[in-house]
């Protein structure tokens, strides 16, 4: 009996040793970032669903330019200025610098900076899961992300944006340090005029001026299904 006493208690030392030493949610999430800035350059294809609306989009990333090219809006930045083209509704927008939590592609990395409860959900030998609940009265949105075990980055994130509104992305392939055309990151200024002149329908330009081929792309990549 004494021999059992004495096996039940190391069992639960050791279970409870474990899960001490698991890493935290958000220290999981820092890590992510860190990795993520540690690129020079990174793309990914990304599928999204949102309210009911499903597409692919691509992202690029260079320093502290980027381009965002989705069915409905392509996002530009040269470093400098940010230039949003909605092509649904033919119309030019200059976003400001996000004060509260970002959800874009890149953003979602830095929300271990807010005041958010982190827990973890899920995790497989593929994924990690975790949750981001808002604190009480917050106006920040309930999140979910998944950290892919191989990767190490954010292959996943699910936005609640308000009820009945819900916005899934996931990183359907990758190429970490790849070449990027400097093309991606030029904002054409003619072209912007001829919306702001209501010269331009809308989507009627998508093919046009749709994402630049990845033929630019170097071939140092890190490419994998989603799961």
Known sequence: MQRMRLTSLFFLLLVCGIVSAQQSPQAALIEAEAKFKSFSSYSATMGFDMGGHRGVGKVYY???KYHWDYVEDLTICNGTTTMNYNRAFAS??????VVGPDLS?????GLHKFAYQFSWTDSNSVMRRMKLTPPEGSEFPPVQ???GRKSGLIEEYIVDIRAGLRMEMMVLDFKVNPVLDPKFFVIDWEFVKKVEDGLVP???HEDEHSTPSDGHEGHDHEGHDHH
């Open 145 to 147: 992300i998944g950290i």
């Open 92 to 97: 030019i927008s200059y976003p400001e610098a």
């Open 105 to 109: 592609a890149d953003g979602v990395y």
């Open 62 to 64: 260079e320093g502290n």
């Open 202 to 204: 809308p989507m009627e």
